[in-house]
């Protein structure tokens, strides 16, 4: 074992597990994936922090160190139980919490951690957060380990900072922990024992804006937070060396503080064997009914009925209906596709409706109602994987990316991907994609046609065989001695980590 490891086993690790909590996909897999991959390992200590995004939550218990709480069993359990309903319906919420943060910032307080005991909890923590990435399999794993509770919510620490322009940053108590890992730039201090750590997906909220959800607060909010841990001294881990350049291209300054881990694909995703036909029943029980929305007098229509009951010629895309993704370029290029040859060729969209989607359903609709295209949502992972097994093509049309998960798990099902040529992509994708222009419809239909003619099989086969070897670069066990080597090298002695982080990290 390497000294440096070797010198810094039980590190012990606070991971941040807000997003986790909101949505299924993206951010909050990735934060699923990292906490089972860090929980795996027996020389480290993970615990998950557990802050509402915009409600305010009751203490916990005291930390173990304090001894006794002085509640009884029944006390204890209540006090837990009232901070799950509190997730949901705060009597706070991040205005007044910002303004209560600000008062205790004032007279120097910290905010203190308090435990949430998962005991009689389990439940709650695996559905609530684990279970729409991980198999049951990890149930004991992940509900058997620590969590923390902070009080005032995420959004009121942003709040805070960008009202006092910087001048009362909360301050977080982590003095138990060696490292905290923020899913994204984190509005708030550390202990000075600890190091915290931003895991950096990308910086489309600073370079793309008119692409994010809400503009005006959401890109404040990224850049403010983003600007106070570089001053900071926080560790930045990009998921790819595409956004690590994004990254330096802002702050320069922190070159010598950004590595890059890529992200992991769910071991939920592999090729197996499965009957075309389910594709017929997946679409039928996880359509979006608010795409299916219907004018009055109208009738719904759910599947032609030359497609039930046998296999389906689709195109698939998965990924949040939102502007960047470029949905509408997807549309005109199989519209020109069904016009030229593939009559019969379906599209299917799997992602939840995010923001500023009215105009991408707005056109989706009328097909959708043919019964042509489909838009689905809620998808488990398992009939995800017989989604992209089945598929003609998987097609990642993005005008940007962090990363680009999509595309692997469609390489682990079997699938052939079609990608934007950006540059997260080539980086990701390697040799193992056909790249197309995102701004171009002859290119993408190019693309996409050089992928499912029949003449053209072998090619298809070639991108099969191509994506099976590159999608096993992000697995868990290709991913998880990163990340053990990069929280031993950033705990130890500066004079050693420049020396030892590339080749700890495989550079």
Same mark, same amino acid.
């Given at each position: 074992m390497d000294a440096t490891v070797a010198a810094y086993k039980q590190l012990k690790v606070l991971l941040e597990m807000r997003p986790a909590l909101d949505r299924h996909a993206g951010i909050p897999q990735q934060t699923r994936l990292l906490f089972r991959a860090l929980?795996?390992?027996?020389?480290?200590?993970? $615990?998950?922090?557990?802050? %509402?995004?915009?409600?305010? !939550?009751?203490?916990? !218990?005291?930390?173990?160190?304090? /001894?006794?709480?002085?509640?009884?069993?029944?006390?204890?359990?209540?006090? !837990?139980?009232?901070?799950?309903?509190?997730?949901?319906?705060?009597?706070?919420?991040?205005?007044?919490?910002?303004? *209560?943060?600000?008062?205790r910032r004032l007279v120097?307080?910290? +905010?203190?951690?308090?435990?949430?005991?998962?005991?009689?909890?389990r439940d709650f923590i695996w559905r609530r957060m684990f279970a729409k990435s991980l198999p049951p399999a990890d149930f004991e794993l992940v509900t058997g380990a620590g969590f923390r509770i902070a009080r005032a919510p995420w959004t009121a620490f942003h709040i805070c900072t960008l009202a006092s322009g /910087?001048?009362?940053?909360?301050?977080?108590?982590? %003095?138990?922990?060696?490292?905290?890992?923020?899913?994204?730039?984190?509005?708030?201090?550390?202990?000075?024992?600890?190091?915290?750590?931003?895991?950096?997906?990308?910086?489309?909220?600073?370079?793309?804006?008119?692409?994010?959800?809400?503009?005006?607060?959401?890109?404040?909010?990224?850049?403010? $937070?983003?600007?106070?841990?570089?001053a900071n001294g926080a560790w930045f881990v990009c998921v790819s060396e595409a956004t690590r350049r994004d990254l330096l291209a802002v702050f320069p300054q922190v070159e010598s503080r950004a590595v890059t881990i890529h992200n992991m694909v769910s071991h939920e995703y592999f090729d197996e064997p499965s009957a075309p036909a389910r594709v017929a029943e997946i679409i039928g029980r996880r359509r979006n009914p608010r795409v299916l929305r219907l004018e009055k007098g109208s009738r719904d229509v759910a599947l032609a009925d030359d497609s039930r009951g046998g296999a389906i010629d689709y195109l698939l895309m998965v990924s949040t209906v939102e502007p960047r993704k470029n949905h509408l370029a997807l549309l005109a290029a199989w519209e020109r596709l069904r016009s030229e040859g593939h009559s019969g060729l379906k599209l299917i969209l799997v992602g939840s409706l995010g923001w500023h989607h009215a105009e991408i359903v707005r056109k989706y609709r009328p097909w959708v109602r043919r019964g042509d295209a489909f838009v689905l949502d809620d998808v488990p992972s398992s009939e995800l994987r017989?989604?992209?097994?089945?598929?003609?093509?998987?097609?990642?049309? %993005?005008?940007?990316?962090?990363?680009?998960?999509?595309?692997?798990?469609?390489?682990?099902?079997g699938c052939p991907v079609v990608a934007s040529d950006i $540059?997260?992509?080539?980086?990701?994708?390697?040799?193992?994609? +056909?790249?197309?222009?995102?701004?171009?419809?002859?290119? *993408?239909?190019?693309?996409?046609?050089?992928?499912?003619?029949?003449?053209? #099989?072998?090619?298809?086969?070639?991108?099969?065989?191509?994506? #099976?070897?590159?999608?096993?670069?992000?697995?868990?066990? #290709?991913?998880? &001695?990163?990340?053990?080597?990069?929280?031993? $090298?950033?705990?130890?002695?500066?004079?050693?980590?420049? +020396?030892?982080? &590339?080749?700890?990290? /495989?550079i």
């Open positions: 929980a795996l390992r027996e020389d480290l200590a993970v $615990a998950g922090l557990i802050q %509402s995004s915009s409600n305010a !939550l009751g203490s916990g !218990l005291p930390a173990e160190s304090a /001894g006794g709480s002085g509640l009884s069993m029944d006390e204890q359990i209540n006090r !837990l139980s009232r901070i799950v309903i509190m997730l949901d319906q705060g009597f706070l919420r991040s205005r007044v919490s910002a303004l *209560l943060l600000a008062g120097g307080r910290s +905010e203190e951690l308090t435990r949430f005991e998962p005991r009689h909890f /910087g001048l009362l940053i909360p301050r977080l108590d982590t %003095s138990e922990f060696d490292v905290m890992i923020a899913e994204t730039p984190y509005p708030a201090k550390v202990s000075k024992r600890t190091k915290l750590v931003i895991r950096y997906h990308d910086a489309v909220p600073l370079l793309m804006p008119h692409t994010i959800a809400d503009r005006r607060y959401d890109q404040a909010f990224h850049y403010r $937070a983003l600007r106070h841990n570089v017989l989604l992209y097994k089945h598929a003609r093509v998987a097609v990642c049309p %993005s005008f940007a990316e962090g990363f680009g998960l999509s595309g692997v798990e469609a390489m682990m099902c $540059a997260a992509h080539r980086e990701v994708y390697a040799d193992a994609a +056909e790249y197309c222009n995102p701004y171009s419809l002859d290119d *993408l239909v190019r693309a996409i046609r050089g992928v499912i003619d029949p003449a053209n #099989a072998r090619r298809r086969e070639e991108l099969v065989a191509l994506g #099976a070897a590159v999608a096993r670069r992000y697995t868990c066990e #290709a991913i998880q &001695p990163k990340w053990r080597a990069f929280l031993a $090298a950033a705990c130890a002695p500066h004079a050693a980590v420049s +020396e030892k982080m &590339p080749a700890a990290l /495989g």
